[in-house]
């Protein structure tokens, strides 16, 4: 009797034990991902403190967690619901008159990143499609010389791209911001091709039985059957064309075609004592990233989904 009761206390002893290794595993676990995330959110924290800061106290009080005396004003400013001329006179000099036409600039941003979105979508699926199911020659060398663009540096092939883009003279027009990035990338094709490959031939077999073509089997089977990848891959695609910079700014730096991230930093270099007017910057970012905010919100979880079933981690 006494050997089982002790047999039951050392049970019980190394029970506790064992839940008190996993509770303290848990524990730093979750201190490391709070961590983590403190690290991430809180240079974006910083971004919605300083543009709610008036634009005064942006030196004076650089060190406070808060914004000191939280205004809107930024946000009014950067939104066009104060008139520039009155910004004149302002004691303030961190307040820069210059105007950043932000529904201008928005609606170029939404016209660039929405066609990239549409023709790289279109194309890259029509690509993978003929990669995963077509047969020719040399398919998997051409498809392997093709994923080498992965490795190569997007700022190689911005002067060549450059010359031909002025070439044709479209040099400050949307056509020139847009035809780079248009047609597929490597990545976009990659990745559909993977959801292709995994698809069930066999109703792809009885369409071509009814007599379907090979692109109405793409069109009408296929593609169908890919409206999650599909807008998995439209949303990457957005975000990467909304938040891209440099190609727009040598290529459309005209008003008429400026995208808002262009246009942000020319609002930036407008203060004339030459200090930034980090205030409105920060409202002008804040309100840029809204969009991709909103298209993760109802997006995320299919864009997760996705790009685990594809492989990836």
Do not use: C
Not at 110 to 136: C, D, E, P
Not at 194 to 217: C, I, P, Y
Not at 279 to 288: D, E, I, N
Request: proline share 5%; aromatic share 16%; charged share 10%.
């Amino acid at each position: 009797m006494t050997s089982i009761t002790q047999t039951a206390v050392k049970a019980e002893a190394g029970t506790a034990s064992w839940a008190q290794r996993i509770n303290i595993g848990n524990l730093v676990v979750w201190i490391l991902i709070g961590l983590l995330l403190f690290i991430t959110l809180f240079p974006f924290y910083w971004v919605v403190r300083t543009a709610l800061s008036e634009p005064s106290s942006v030196y004076a009080y650089a060190s406070d967690l808060l914004p000191h005396n939280a205004t809107t004003f930024n946000f009014e400013r950067v939104l066009g619901m104060i008139d520039p001329s009155t910004l004149v006179g302002q004691q303030a000099s961190n307040i820069s008159p210059g105007t950043l036409n932000f529904w201008i600039f928005l609606r170029n941003s939404i016209i660039v990143s929405g066609l990239i979105t549409v023709g790289q979508t279109i194309f890259s699926a029509m690509a993978a499609y003929a990669f995963a199911r077509l047969k020719f020659p040399f398919r998997n060398l051409l498809f392997t010389i093709y994923l080498t663009g992965l490795m190569v540096p997007g700022i190689v092939l911005f002067i060549p791209n450059f010359v031909f883009v002025r070439q044709l003279g479209w040099i400050g027009t949307f056509q020139g911001i847009i035809a780079p990035t248009f047609l597929m990338s490597p990545f976009a094709v990659f990745f559909m091709r993977q959801f292709f490959l995994s698809l069930n031939r066999d109703l792809e077999e009885a369409a071509l039985l009814d007599g379907s073509s090979k692109f109405g089997v793409f069109w009408r089977v296929s593609l169908p059957l890919m409206t999650g990848p599909l807008l998995t891959m439209g949303v990457l695609i957005f975000v990467g064309s909304w938040n891209d910079y440099l190609w727009p700014f040598l290529v459309g730096r005209d008003e008429e075609v400026r995208v808002l991230t262009v246009a942000l930093s020319v609002f930036k270099s407008q203060t004339p004592q030459g200090s930034p007017d980090w205030a409105g910057l920060m409202a002008g970012t804040v309100v840029s990233i809204v969009p991709t905010i909103l298209l993760f919100i109802f997006f995320g979880r299919r864009v997760v989904d996705s790009i685990q079933f594809s492989g990836f981690k």
